[in-house]
């Protein structure tokens, strides 16, 4: 077996870090699982832009194009905050995403047993929480044409963005999401606001096509936005998968991964289309975002991107024995009480990330 | 004093039995107070459709534009779910908004002491909660063009909505935000998601504009709106007043209602223009919706909609020794034990919405 390439894009503020505790994970496999990556770093981001001028350089953008999977840290931060909008950090995730292709984005919010007091929420509410939210990544307001701002001839400005789905793009996310929801309890929710905006008319319309021709099986219920943030918090088990466009996907995920008290713990994956070999491009990154007032610190929680480069063992390399390790290594490790700083409660260690990281190898 | 002009519009599904409740308060007003409205009572929403074939007859719009504020109580049902897209309820309501020009939506999210144990998150986050979010009511990706669902020539169907704002549609909701801050604790967060789309980079200019020019002594802030369903959900009282987009105004207001736990306790306020004198155009109506599911059942909470009545005699009217009464009567209720189901709990007693309405006048 070839070794798989691997594209690793650690990005900025605690991105570095976090992603040291990776590497010894593959170190690890390498030395006691006789599996080695072909693996290529590059920068992203802020980084990217101190370096190339960019946030994401051409070659690095190959780099993705050829790699059979990324895993990203995170990028922004204050230092680049007054960059004109195109070269902004956040610029070189969007492009990466659209570039290749990553319209499913997978982002998960588990409550693990040891850390229901994290939560603001009480106990009984979000006790064995596992959501997974499908979330449209490459179209709707963030990529959608005209967009801009413009000098009207009165003098006055107007900001311009674009909501648009077109029915091809509402139904290959459909179908990712169908698929999930078929392996997990059968149930999708898809969330949209069809009694305002038209673009979430065809959403719904074109959702209850794929249900009623390919998906029978699968019970699809509909909820709008606002409602969807409200039953979140009100009760969020209710819900199994949820589907929904890119906009509301960031909001409603970011609650919902809030509702689990402990972001840095939660991993995603971004996917792209399968090929004829049933092989799709992918990203991993955790759901947190850089955090630079904790950089440097060694203070963060690398169990976030641990967890997304385990879902990147089991999404593309189907490597599911390796990544059950390292699931139950982090579960392992976190009812030995070790907590880094975000996650940390009375009676607990509070650790650093490098110990923590250790504490996962130590536990393989 | 010529007496003030109140429409009353009760809408769909429980509107109408809520505002049996409301009446009988302007009735005890009239008897023990010496104070009577010039009270016009109209169709709104489904029940407005079901007569008039529309959801907002002329004449109604027009008893509107008369009236010195309306009272609404909630449109919706699944008796016109299939009606098409601009025969149905929501549309009624968004009409009058849009036609009255009511940009400034007021939606409060506080928590009762009596109530803080409904709540799903734990009492100490929500304890004292008292937010007020400002969320724009008539641009944005409700209102703005082009809109709709086309054919594409390769067969394809394609949805387009348009989010778009000009600098006086930003500005004017800017200051009723900063005016509102103004009169609390001088704290404005604005949201938007500035690093992704232009419309909201011209949002945030705007109203970083205003603070240098207008409102020195207010302190603005910026949050992602991703990060602001997060922050509310992991810490919630780091808020005072918040200022939004209609579409993030939405999503936000209905995530913080949720937070109190008792969605039947919220009004809301929206607000026109001031003209000359200093009076604006006003509609109070309740932050939930219909609820058909328990219409005619004589148990939902009527508080919400009398505190609409409140906000409206405080905003509109300038009765502010009434608003208090009602809102004190209403404390006291709670106080002595009395609930409607949704916010019942152990040891209190359950009261039907009849009731309720009767204890609140008995306080009075
Ligand atoms: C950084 C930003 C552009 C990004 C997004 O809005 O998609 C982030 O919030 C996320 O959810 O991954
Ligand atoms: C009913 C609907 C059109 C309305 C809205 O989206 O504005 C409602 O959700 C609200 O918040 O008042």
Redesign the pocket.
């Known amino acids: 077996m070839t070794a798989k390439k691997l594209l690793i894009l650690p990005g900025d503020g605690i991105g570095q870090e976090v992603m040291v505790q990776v590497r010894r994970i593959i170190d690890w496999m390498g030395k006691k699982r006789n599996i080695s990556f072909d693996i290529t770093e590059g920068l992203i981001g802020g980084s990217a832009y101190d370096v190339h001028g960019t946030p994401l350089a051409d070659e690095t953008l190959a780099d993705a194009m050829s790699a059979d999977a990324v895993l990203l840290g995170a ?2 931060g204050p230092k680049w905050d007054d960059l004109p909008f195109d070269k902004k950090p ?1 610029r070189g ?2 492009k990466i995403r659209k570039e290749m292709g990553l319209f499913a984005n997978l982002r998960p919010a588990t409550v693990f047993d040891a850390l229901v007091d994290a939560s603001t929420l009480k106990a009984d509410v979000v006790q064995g929480l596992d959501i997974m939210i499908v979330r449209e990544l490459t179209g709707g307001l ?1 990529f959608g044409q005209p967009r801009g701002i413009e000098t009207l001839p009165n003098g006055e400005r107007k900001g311009v963005n674009t909501l648009t789905y077109t029915t091809s793009e509402i139904q290959r996310i459909g179908r990712a999401a169908f698929d999930l929801a078929r392996k997990r309890n059968k149930k999708l929710c898809s969330v949209d606001k069809a009694n305002v905006l038209e673009c979430t008319v065809l959403w719904r319309e074109e959702m209850i096509k794929l249900q009623q021709t390919e998906y029978q099986d699968v019970e699809l219920t509909h909820m709008y936005v606002d409602n969807a943030a409200m039953q979140l918090v009100r009760n969020p088990k209710q819900f199994d998968v949820m589907v929904t466009e890119n906009m509301f996907g ?1 909001i409603l ?2 609650c919902a991964a809030m509702l689990t008290g402990s972001l840095g713990m939660l991993p995603s994956a971004s996917l792209g289309a399968a090929d004829a070999n049933g092989n799709r491009k992918a990203l991993y990154e955790p759901v947190h ?1 850089s955090a630079p007032d904790i950089q440097g610190k060694d203070i963060a929680n690398p169990l976030a991107t641990i967890l997304s480069f385990s879902m990147c063992l089991r999404y593309s390399f189907n490597m599911d024995a390796e990544a059950d390790m390292i699931e139950n290594a982090v579960k392992a490790v976190l009812k030995g009480g070790l907590r880094t700083a975000d996650i940390m409660a009375p009676g607990k260690a509070k650790v650093s990330t490098s110990v923590m990281g250790e504490s996962i190898i130590r536990e393989l």
């Open positions: 990028v922004g956040e995730l969007l963030y960031d995920s970011d975002g």
